[in-house]
């Protein structure tokens, strides 16, 4: 079997005017029988267009929060760090995914930013704006996990796991207030917020707002996610 080329979205790090990754997306994707590229960091059109040829699958990581002008808002004081690159490349590459019905898995700024592309909002921060008592941002061990989610029935990811409820890791603050039209929720937390979703029609759209990057090395059903994800590849 081809092993397919997945291109990895990079992260960027403005204060080093560098862009790095974190070796659990690479090992995920390796694990489930891909090969991981690390991306540039570009807008360039015919840039762009040649890496969604050349790749089987895109995934868009981690990183900064999405910039609240792409969903019509203004920034309040809690909203953290954008990174204007990222927008930038990341709506040109994923319509050209979309449109050539290549797969994409999303993970957490990943699963915003899909959601705000589509047509979404998102709560700039949630200590502040859906105060409740489920930890959202953990601190080491980053593979552990601290809250559950419920499971669409019948949603791709409930089929896929066979179970009803998911203990999950969570590392964010900003997350999905108003769903994408189009958008399918398939996970939502003990306090209401959408934690994963799909894209009804697309060979293979996810996205989830937990860590399988972080947990695929201790965590089977994370495995799952990566091994669907790159099979569908």
């Not at 419920?150 to 409930?158: C, N």
């Not at 999950?168 to 900003?174: D, G, T």
């Not at 917020?193 to 994370?222: D, T």
Request: overall charge negative; hydrophobic content about 40%.
């Amino acid at each position: 079997m081809k092993q397919p080329l997945i291109g990895i979205v990079p992260l960027v790090d403005a204060a080093r005017e560098s862009y790095w990754m974190l070796p659990g997306y690479m090992r995920g994707v390796e694990q489930a029988g891909g090969v991981p590229v690390m991306l540039p960091l570009t807008d360039d059109a015919a840039v762009l267009q040649k890496l969604a040829d050349s790749c089987d699958g895109l995934l868009l990581t981690g990183g900064q929060d999405v910039s609240p002008a792409l969903y019509g808002a203004e920034p309040t004081p809690q909203c953290g760090k954008t990174c204007p690159e990222r927008d930038r490349m990341e709506a040109p590459l994923l319509d050209r995914m979309l449109a050539q019905d290549k797969p994409v898995l999303g993970i957490c700024r990943g699963i915003q930013f899909l959601n705000v592309h589509l047509g979404g909002t998102l709560y700039q921060d949630l200590p502040t704006e859906h105060p409740s008592g489920v930890n959202h941002h953990q601190q080491h061990p980053y593979d552990a996990p601290v809250h559950a989610v419920t499971l669409t029935p019948g949603s791709p990811l409930q089929q896929l796991l066979g179970q009803q409820t998911l203990a999950v890791n969570s590392l964010h603050h900003q997350a999905i207030r108003a769903l994408a039209p189009g958008l399918a929720a398939m996970a939502v937390s003990e306090d209401g917020l959408v934690e994963a979703v799909c894209l009804p029609g697309k060979k293979f759209v996810w996205a989830v707002q937990w860590h399988p990057e972080f947990s695929f090395a201790v965590n089977e059903n994370s495995r799952k996610i990566f091994r669907q994800f790159v099979a569908s590849c």
